[in-house]
C-alpha cells in the first residue's frame, strides 16, 4: 500500500459495506477499495492481481467466507483463474480455482466461496489468470477512491510492484468477512432434542464457560454430571456438550476426552473428539460416541481438564440451580468445587442421549 501524490483523491480508511447477521450475533462486513463501476481491464500471463486489504479494528476475529472480481472473459480456450489468500507475511493461507468459463464475456462479479478462513487484521487477495493475448480473464480496475492505494500487481511470495505515479489503480476485488466463527452443526439451545431418550439436567441456555486444567496432581479433572435411575440399563448413543474452544484452536489436529464413568467412579470407555469441533463462540454440538455401551445407572460423563499445549476447551453451564446432579472430579474420585461459578447455582451443560435396554 502507499499514499498517492498531492491532489489525490481523499476519503475513509476503507469503503465498508456492513451488515448484521442473524446468527448469533455474528456480524458480516464486504471490503472493497474500488469503484462501482469499471475504468478499464487488465490482465497478466506472469503476474497477479494483488490488493492488500485490513479488517475493521473493531473485530476481534477475522474470517473470510467469500471473495468476489469483477472480470470479464476474452478470447477462446480453456484456463483456470487462482484466487489466493495471503498472511500478512506473504504467506499462503488459502486457495480456490476458478474456470475461465465461470466469467461472461460482458463483465460482471464472479464469486468463490472459502471455508471461513482465518486471515489476520493485515492480509491479501491475489488473483492470478495466466492470461495472454489469446485467450485469458481480465480483471476490472477502477482509479484510487482514497488517499492510501491498496492494489499493486506482481506475486507476494516473489516481487510486488506499484503502479507508476498518475497510473494508479484499484483492482474490483471484494472480500467478504465475519466476526465471529460458530461450530459447524451447532445447535441452538431451542433446537435441542428433549425426548425421553435425552437425559439432562440443566436448562440449556448458556450462562457462561468454566475453565479447567490442571488441579494438583491431577490434570484431568473436569466437570462430571450424573445421569440414569438405579437398576435400568441404558445405551449410549451420542452426547451433547456445550463448550468453547481457546487459544489455537483453528484447524488444531489435538484432541479432547470425555469419559463414561459408572455410578462406582470406575471408568467404562474414554471418546475422543477434536478441539477444532468447537470455536470461540460457545455452542452446543452434538458428539456421536465411536462406539456405542451399554451401562447401568446411575454413571457419569466426564469432560477431561487436561490441557494440551496452546489450545483448551471451556465446558458451559448454567445457573438456574444445580440439581445435585453436577460435580467437579475425574474417573475415580469426586473433587472439592474448584471453579468459579457457585456450585448451588451451576448445572454443567452436558447432555446424553440414550436407548434404554429391555431386561431380558
Known amino acids: 500500500m502507499r499514499k498517492l501524490s498531492a491532489g489525490a483523491l481523499w476519503g475513509l480508511t476503507v469503503l465498508i459495506i456492513l451488515s448484521l447477521t442473524s446468527v448469533a450475533g455474528a456480524r458480516e462486513v464486504e471490503l472493497i477499495y474500488a469503484g462501482d463501476e469499471p475504468a478499464g481491464y487488465l490482465h497478466y500471463e506472469q503476474y497477479g ?42 504467506k499462503p493461507i488459502a486457495r480456490q480455482i476458478l474456470r475461465y468459463e465461470e466469467f461472461s464475456f460482458q463483465g460482471g462479479w464472479v464469486e468463490v466461496s472459502f471455508l471461513n478462513e482465518r486471515v489476520p487484521e493485515l492480509f491479501k487477495v491475489g488473483v492470478f489468470t495466466a492470461s495472454n493475448d489469446v485467450r485469458g480473464v481480465e480483471v476490472g480496475w477502477t482509479e484510487p477512491q ?41 445447535l441452538a439451545p431451542e433446537d435441542l432434542p428433549t425426548g425421553n431418550n435425552i437425559l439432562y439436567h440443566d436448562s440449556g441456555q448458556i450462562s457462561g464457560v468454566a475453565r479447567f486444567g490442571k488441579v494438583g496432581v491431577h490434570d484431568q479433572v473436569g466437570p462430571l454430571v450424573k445421569f440414569g435411575e438405579e437398576g435400568k440399563k441404558y445405551k449410549i448413543k451420542a452426547i451433547y456438550l456445550a463448550a468453547k474452544a481457546a487459544g489455537e484452536w483453528y484447524r488444531s489436529d489435538k484432541n479432547f476426552a470425555i469419559h463414561l464413568i459408572r455410578g462406582d467412579l470406575t471408568l467404562i470407555d474414554t471418546f475422543r473428539y477434536p478441539f477444532s469441533i468447537f470455536t470461540s463462540v460457545p455452542a452446543w454440538v452434538r458428539l456421536d460416541v465411536p462406539r456405542e455401551r451399554i451401562v447401568e445407572g446411575p454413571f457419569y460423563i466426564q469432560v477431561s481438564g487436561r490441557t494440551v499445549p496452546g489450545v483448551e476447551l471451556l465446558v458451559g ?44
Do not use: C
Not at 476475529?61 to 506473504?90: I, M, Q
Open 146 to 186: 482514497e488517499e492510501m492505494v491498496h492494489s499493486q500487481y506482481g506475486h507476494p511470495v516473489l516481487d510486488l510492484y506499484d503502479f507508476p505515479e498518475g497510473e494508479e489503480k484499484e483492482w474490483m476485488i471484494k472480500v467478504t468477512l465475519v466476526d465471529r466463527l460458530l461450530p459447524k452443526d451447532y
Open 317 to 360: 453451564y448454567d445457573q438456574s440451580g444445580n440439581q445435585g446432579t453436577s460435580f467437579v472430579g475425574l474417573p475415580g474420585a469426586i473433587k472439592t468445587w474448584s471453579v468459579e461459578p457457585e456450585e448451588r447455582l451451576t448445572n454443567w451443560l452436558i447432555r446424553v442421549e440414550v436407548e434404554e435396554v429391555e431386561e431380558e
Open 49 to 90: 492481481h494483488i490488493t492488500t486489504f485490513e479488517t475493521p479494528l473493531d473485530f476481534d476475529e477475522h474470517y473470510v467466507t467469500k471473495v468476489s472480481v469483477f472480470a470479464r472473459r476474452y478470447g477462446t480456450g480453456e484456463g483456470f483463474v487462482t484466487v489466493v489468500l495471503f498472511d500478512s507475511d506473504n
